[in-house]
């Protein structure tokens, strides 16, 4: 659990940071314009929160 852990959180750090640099610096959509800066961040936040639960449920 603590490998898929650091996984989704490197995962959701790296979308993070690609959806503000695509916000501020690039267009306001990414991927051919199929997805918005928005839903990446979102997407970014879900895998960021599996992280932390899954750290918490392999501390038990």
Sequence with gaps: ???SSKFFLF???VLALYAVFSRF???PSVALKVF???G???AANT???ISI???QLSRK
């Design 53 to 55: 639960s899954l750290n």
């Design 47 to 49: 895998l960021i929160l």
């Design 40 to 42: 990446i961040l979102t």
């Design 1 to 3: 659990m603590k490998t």
């Design 11 to 13: 995962t959701g750090v």
């Design 25 to 27: 610096y690039g267009e």
């Design 36 to 38: 918005s800066s928005v």
